[in-house]
């Protein structure tokens, strides 16, 4: 009895124990004892013993220390002033201090300005945390990270290094990794190898790689005083020439992507305006400014839901056709209904209300620029090789564009609400005689191309800055692409957008950007001179 | 057969509501004249502290207004008696303007910053090593002038030329002439141009050995202000009741049925483009000694569309309805500006919908239906619902 009343006792201590400590347990189970012994120690570290600390918690912990080193080398790790606590702390939206587990990225609630201290880096600590995660990638990192790790060694071929690349190889790596291997020692057999054969064998395996310590080492090969061999001399020319001609075919390309990446961006903006003006033959001078209110409504979604921005651009394309949208329906009946077939006045009229809406969202929000996240699914970059890579957000933004644009091309052929439209763009008088209810019809092509506007500016929100002038900066813009791609023909505008987006891009190198931009400007001018009708002018009676 | 008595009919009528509102325009112009000599003698002959001086601030206002005013007749002409809306008048007033600003530099000689004889100061700045070769016999006067014409006259003819010739009109010419004052914007904001790029010209000292800052000048400045715009009032009054005149409204009102007709229109149009192009340079230059400042965004699209408005909320071809107007809103845009100035924006948006919608004739519109009976009232609006925009029915209907 006695002995079952101690058990008792002793699982009850034990549990309390448990109970008291549980958080402080759960985080340290994490650990194994041996790096909690150094971990405790950086705190009151100084630079110098950092550093060596950093070494031992790599022998000892190996591949699991990797977000430790990283939190690190972003200047994010803290300690609790009290509890000696490690911690990564970062400013959240708000700009209150979030403190998360290093390990785990449990949180651990809001800080204290004054209860944390940081853990200090230097350039020093900073260059060996970069190699610690490097190695640490090469052995245990994934796919990618051993890419980049193995791109890293390529800078600096030291013996070092070239051991690592061997247990690397040992492990076992894929196939382009295992490339990339055998390029680090084709380098070193160029530098170090002494027969011509040896160095020779190994230019042709660097002849068509375009990673940039290829290219330094060809080059001060070819720029050598010292170097005695001639043949070698000549094939490294021969290959960096090769480089050379790649790397221009690829700027091309990038020039080319630019290109595209502004014809999307010009198409979006224009898009909207090939139905109001196209469609309708109503010219739209706040078109601009439903651009802008597509965009600012892409900013009050952010604030509204900041816990998944992630998801705030799905939910923005909707939210701001639906605003720009109605405020279209809201102008078409207020005012542009009045103005029918006096297509000046709607002009003018129409740029007083793009002077009052700019006014309202400069009262209401502020004249400065809007901050707009861009969601981590849209930052980065898409690495083609390593000298072409295109940017996530303009890659999506271009495919985003060809996606409106078809839907629009959908709706315009194959729906009801299309038909009619035609129908009254076509003979408005016939229409109606058709028992085509055109004042339903007008209004609901003027919302369909506001709400257009809307969601091209969701997409520029990701691009340029969001603020009341927005808009005013896209509206020539898009009547010269309407104008040049053919009035009416929404072919004709994606035509526009993209020649002129490539233009533009490709002259820019020689001109600069604002000289190409009065170049196209000019050019436009002029070509709408000797051809009225644009590229693609509407055939038929009902253009006349 | 029908059509030509009905481009008669067109014709006399238009004939008749030119001459009504004659009398109107011989009365602006004498209180015109009236009121800037009275304000001159004000502010050089009483002492500052009369109650009625008038301060040296008010005459350049006042210069400003005018110069203003000139630049929205030349918009009136060719809008209100051609049809032709262009959204870049601005680029001639600037144009103009930077011929005068470009004399007006060389006239600071080394009294710069820098205190360089022959280079402005930012050229000093931008260590340019000698003036471009479009700056010499920018400090002659004559030279200054013949350029400030020119280059405006020179770019209309050849905007317009291309333009009328390959028949481009309505709302695609307009959104070109918007481009064009764009494209010009976009040029002479870069430093490189050797404009003074974003900060344009500035910091005068004397025009023709007068000292800009005195009294003296600025109501000298004034008075040749009114004096040209009183005559560029009359001339362009003479031209629209000629016989050119009424091809022009003809051409108007029904281009393919003057063309039929055997009018060359498009030759009209550009003379009568350039024409107006001069006015609106002779109004820069004008204008840029009183306000002492010239910069690129003077060619900002937005400038040349305010001048639309006030030639709107004035009364479009009238004349002195465009004068009234840019008097009118200018004097509101001073008082909104200094009273509210966040409430000037949403104002002149307001004035932009609520003329164009329910006062399409503008005030002297408002003035005239006030003496006339109701069938001519009803008369009118049929014809303001037709065909009142510059573009015949035929094009509208496209």
């Given amino acids: ?344 006045e709607t002009l003018l009229a129409t740029f007083g209300i793009s002077l009052i809406l700019q006014q309202a969202v400069r009262s209401i929000f502020s004249p400065l620029n809007m901050q707009v996240v861009t969601p981590e699914w849209m930052s980065g970059s898409l690495a083609i090789n390593p000298v072409f890579s295109v940017t996530y957000n303009r890659l999506y933004i271009l495919l985003f564009a060809l996606a409106v644009f078809v839907t629009l091309l959908t709706i315009l052929k194959k729906s009801s609400l299309g038909l009619n439209v035609r129908a009254v763009s076509q003979n408005r008088d016939m229409a109606k005689a058709m028992g085509v209810r055109t004042e339903m019809v007008d209004a609901m092509t003027f919302g369909l191309g506001s709400g257009i506007a809307g969601v091209a500016g969701v997409a520029l929100s990701q691009l340029t800055n969001v603020g009341p002038n927005l808009g005013q900066s896209y509206i020539i813009d898009s009547f010269m692409v309407v104008v040049f791609g053919g009035v009416g023909n929404l072919l004709g505008t994606l035509v526009g957008g993209f020649s002129l987006g490539v233009a533009n891009k490709f002259l820019e190198p020689a001109t600069g950007a604002v000289l190409a931009n009065i170049i196209v400007l000019v050019c436009l001018i002029l070509f709408i001179q000797k051809r009225p009708k644009g590229l693609f002018p509407q055939r038929g009676r009902a253009a006349e | ?147 400030a014409l020119a280059i405006p006259g020179l770019l209309a003819f050849v905007f317009g030329w291309l333009a009328f010739r390959s028949r481009v009109t309505g709302v695609y010419l307009s959104i070109m002439t918007q481009a064009l004052t764009y494209a010009l914007m976009l040029a002479f904001f870069r430093n490189e141009m050797g404009f003074g790029g974003n900060n344009g010209l500035t910091d005068f000292k004397d025009i023709l050995g007068f000292d800009l800052q005195a009294d003296a000048t600025r109501v000298a400045l004034l008075l040749v202000t009114t004096l040209l715009l009183v005559i560029a009032f009359i001339t362009s009054r003479a031209i629209v009741q000629s016989r050119l005149g009424r091809v022009i409204v003809a051409v108007r009102d029904a281009e393919a049925r003057a063309r039929f007709l055997g009018y060359r229109t498009e030759r009209y149009k550009v003379w009568l483009f350039v024409y107006s192009a001069l006015i609106a340079a002779v109004a820069g230059m004008l204008y840029v000694p009183q306000v002492g400042i010239i910069n690129p965004g003077e060619f900002s699209p937005l400038n040349s569309i305010e001048v639309v408005v006030w030639v709107a909320v004035g009364g479009r071809g009238t004349l002195y309805g465009a004068i009234v107007g840019a008097l009118l809103v200018n004097y509101a845009k001073t008082r909104f500006t200094a009273i509210m100035p966040d409430g000037w924006l949403f104002a002149l948006g307001a004035l932009f919908v609520i003329v164009t919608v329910y006062l399409p004739q503008g005030l002297a519109g408002l003035l005239q239906r006030f003496g006339r009976s109701e069938s001519v009232q009803a008369a009118r609006r049929e014809e303001d619902a037709g065909s009142d925009s510059g573009i015949s029915t035929r094009e509208v209907n496209a």
């Avoid at chain 2, 209100?80 to 930077?98: D, K, V």
Wanted: net charge negative; hydrophobic share 50%.
């Fill in chain 1, 1 to 344: 009895m006695k002995q079952f009343l101690r058990s008792v006792s002793l699982v009850l201590t034990c549990l309390l124990v448990v109970l008291s400590t549980g958080s402080a347990l759960a985080q340290s189970q994490a650990v194994p004892p041996a790096v909690e012994e150094v971990l405790q120690k950086l705190p009151e570290a100084s630079l110098r013993e950092t550093g060596e600390l950093v070494q031992q918690l790599e022998q000892v912990g190996g591949a699991e220390m990797r977000p430790l080193f990283e939190t690190m080398l972003a200047g994010d790790l803290y300690f609790h002033k009290t509890s000696g606590e490690l911690m990564a702390v970062q400013k959240n939206i708000a700009g209150e201090l979030i403190g998360r587990d290093v390990f785990t990225g449990a949180e651990l609630g809001v800080q204290g300005r004054r209860d944390i201290k940081k853990i200090r880096v230097n350039n020093r600590l900073r260059g060996q945390l970069r190699d610690a995660i490097g190695r640490i990638d090469l052995l245990h990192g994934s796919e990618a990270e051993k890419r980049t790790a193995v791109l890293a060694i390529l800078d600096d071929l030291s013996a070092n290094n070239l051991s690592l690349l061997q247990s690397a190889a040992d492990v076992g790596v894929s196939k382009s990794v295992g490339d990339l291997i055998e390029l680090a020692n084709a380098m070193v057999r160029l530098r170090d190898g002494s027969t011509t054969d040896d160095r020779l064998a190994a230019i042709a395996l660097m002849d068509d790689r375009l990673e940039a310590p290829v290219r330094n080492q060809l080059r001060r090969l070819v720029d050598d005083e010292n170097e005695q061999d001639a043949a070698v001399k000549a094939a490294a020319q021969e290959a960096l020439e090769n480089i050379t001609e790649r790397i221009e075919f690829y700027g091309q390309m990038e020039q080319l992507f630019f290109g595209l990446s502004l014809g999307s961006v010009l198409l979006l903006a224009a898009i909207g305006l090939a139905i109001t003006f196209g469609v309708m033959g109503v010219i739209n001078m706040a078109h601009g400014e439903m651009i802008m209110l597509g965009a600012y409504t892409t900013y009050v979604i952010q604030q509204l839901m900041p816990a998944s921005i992630e998801y705030s651009l799905l939910v923005a394309v909707p939210a701001a056709f639906l605003v720009s949208g109605s405020v279209g329906v809201l102008i078409e009946r207020g005012v542009i209904r009045h103005l029918q077939g006096r297509p000046l």
């Fill in chain 2, 1 to 147: 057969m029908n059509a030509m008595s009905n481009l008669i009919e067109k014709m006399t009528r238009v004939l008749t509501e030119l001459r009504q509102p004659g009398k109107g325009s011989s009365m602006l112009v004498g209180v015109l004249l009236a009121t800037t000599l009275a304000m001159s003698a004000a502010n050089l002959l009483l002492p500052a502290d009369s109650a009625f001086y008038v301060s040296t601030y008010t005459i350049t206002l006042m210069g400003k207004y005018l110069c203003f005013a000139m630049l929205a007749m030349a918009v009136d002409i060719i809008w209100g008696y051609c049809g032709i809306l262009s959204l870049g008048h601005g680029a001639f007033f600037a144009l103009g303007g930077y011929g005068m600003g470009m004399y007006l530099m060389r006239q600071i000689g080394d009294r710069g910053v820098y205190g360089n004889p022959d280079l402005p100061d930012f050229m000093v700045f931008l260590n340019w090593q000698e003036l471009p070769w479009y700056w010499f016999g920018m400090d002659q006067f004559w030279f200054a002038v013949l350029m």
